[in-house]
T-cell receptor
Framework: DAGITQSPRHKVTETGTPVTLRCHQT?????MYWYRQDPGHGLRLIHY???????DKGEVSDGYSVSRSKTEDFLLTLESATSSQTSVYFC????????????FGPGTRLTVL | GENVEQHPSTLSVQEGDSAVIKCTYS??????FPWYKQELGKRPQLIID?????GEKKDQRIAVTLNKTAKHFSLHITETQPEDSAVYFC?????????FGTGTRLQVFP
């Protein structure tokens, strides 16, 4: 499983509250990604990182921010959660520097009430 | 922007039959095309991929074909088994950012 963990695995929160999801990897991979998965939409890229403090937006970045202060951790923050952000969130890494093969973490199921 | 379309959205086959899932893409510069399998409640897992300099790649019962002229690529599963039942996603187009198709739910009936 490429040494990827996500925390928490499940979270229920209320509209308007801040939420931070954590992705942790043990193998020093440079590229890390955050996706959300919703029925009928597949996997959509939120943000990605190509190094410490180096991040860029994906196709659905509005309402989300990210930070990467250490190689091993990539944090996704919902500043003020909305019901439309109820989803399953997957973190992924590329196993070679900029290489295409992406491997996914176990996912976080987030429910915003 | 880049778009990846996947068809069909659902596919039911009898055990032992073949299954084919097709994806089309819009950017002619696309160079990398992976396929992922996701079982219920689990993470997507890479099962096979192909690069733009290759027309076909096989791994046991699964194969991927690429038609660069028509800008489509397909996943072929032969001799399907019940454990092949899952959602399959194609993706493209390049090495640092992937765009995923919307998925195909494959059901293999015994």
């Amino acid at each position: 499983d490429a040494g990827i963990t996500q925390s928490p695995r499940h979270k229920v929160t209320e509209t308007g509250t801040p939420v931070t999801l954590r992705c942790h990897q043990t193998e020093n991979h440079r590229y890390m990604y955050w996706y959300r998965q919703d029925p009928g939409h597949g996997l959509r890229l939120i943000h990605y990182s190509y190094g410490v403090k180096d991040t860029d937006k994906g196709e659905v970045s509005d309402g989300y921010s990210v930070s990467r202060s250490k190689t091993e951790d990539f944090l996704l923050t919902l500043e003020s959660a909305t019901s439309s952000q109820t989803s399953v969130y997957f973190c992924a890494i590329s196993v070679s520097s900029g290489g295409p093969e992406q491997f996914f973490g176990p996912g976080t199921r987030l429910t915003v009430l | 922007g880049e778009n990846v379309e996947q068809h069909p959205s659902t596919l039911s086959v009898q055990e032992g039959d073949s299954a084919v899932i097709k994806c089309t893409y819009s950017d002619s510069a696309s160079n990398y095309f992976p396929w992922y399998k996701q079982e219920l409640g689990k993470r997507p897992q890479l099962i096979i991929d192909i690069r733009s300099n290759v027309g076909e790649k096989k791994d046991q019962r699964i194969a991927v074909t690429l038609n660069k002229t028509a800008k489509h690529f397909s996943l072929h599963i032969t001799e399907t088994q019940p454990e092949d039942s899952a959602v399959y996603f194609c993706a493209g187009p390049n090495t640092d950012k992937l765009i995923f198709g919307t998925g195909t739910r494959l059901q293999v009936f015994p």
